[in-house]
């Protein structure tokens, strides 16, 4: 089956730096997407990786490794802003390229 | 001018009543999907339209009926509400299939609620 894990809810402290991480099982891997969603909002694109290593967009980066289902967001200089949840989702092709969605990580930033 | 928009933004109503979700794309893309994300915030395809053609049909109860009179619109029609319904629905819309980095863009929700 189709299968995605992240922790539940982490806390991190405003100006440091936080990594989430995500792991999946998946069949026909076609990409890999992060989200960010704050609550009572719709989900906002951050990033997109299909090849190993790193992607960096300003404060946000994300990494793949295919070969071990594996991948993080990493957000630098944490702001109050960036208390949201950030979901994983694995583009998958044998099902119409649909997405197959983490629960979300809940990241709490405290002052 | 909003991207995707859907409505109505809430949406409270009784068991066993009919009601219908619209969504609108201004963004010329040709893939529109219809989400359910439940109290534990998973988020669930439902169905998905590729160029008004359905192309993802999930295990979802024949009470709920999609209908893409167009490109630029997906509606949701639900009959016979449960109490298990009540959550929020997201339309998004994704330029196509072609290429595996398109993401996708999100109307803002309708939170749906069924006393």
């Known amino acids: 089956g189709q299968n995605i894990d992240q922790p539940t809810e982490m806390t991190a402290t405003e100006g440091a730096i936080v990594q989430i991480n995500c792991t999946y099982q998946?069949?026909?891997?076609?990409?890999l997407f992060w989200y960010q969603q704050h609550a009572g909002e719709a989900p906002t694109f951050l990033s997109y990786?299909?090849l190993d290593g790193l992607e960096e967009k300003g404060r946000f980066s994300s990494f793949l490794s295919r070969s071990k289902g594996y991948s993080y967001l990493l957000l630098k200089e944490l702001q109050m802003k960036d208390s949201a949840s950030y979901l994983c989702?694995?583009?998958?092709?044998?099902?119409?390229?649909?997405?197959?969605w983490g629960a979300g990580t809940k990241l709490i930033i405290k002052p | 001018d909003t991207a995707v928009s859907q409505t109505p933004k809430y949406l409270v109503t009784q068991m066993g009543n009919d009601k219908s979700i619209k969504c609108e794309q201004n963004?010329?893309?040709?893939?529109m999907y219809w989400y359910k994300q439940d109290s534990k915030k998973f988020l669930k395809i439902m169905f998905s339209?590729?160029?008004?053609?359905?192309?993802i049909n999930e295990t979802v109860p024949n009470r709920f009926s999609p209908k893409s009179p167009d490109k630029a619109h997906l509606n949701l029609h639900i009959n016979s509400l449960e109490l298990g319904d009540s959550a929020v629905y997201f339309c998004?819309?994704?330029?196509?299939?072609?290429?595996?980095?398109?993401?996708?863009?999100f109307g803002p929700g309708t939170r749906l609620t069924v006393t």
């Open positions: 998004a819309s994704s330029p196509g299939l072609a290429d595996p980095s398109y993401e996708q863009y």
């Open positions: 963004l010329g893309h040709d893939t």
């Open positions: 339209y590729n160029n008004k053609e359905l192309i």
């Open positions: 998946t069949s026909g891997f076609n990409g």
């Open positions: 990786n299909v």
């Open positions: 989702a694995v583009r998958v092709k044998d099902s119409n390229y649909q997405l197959i």
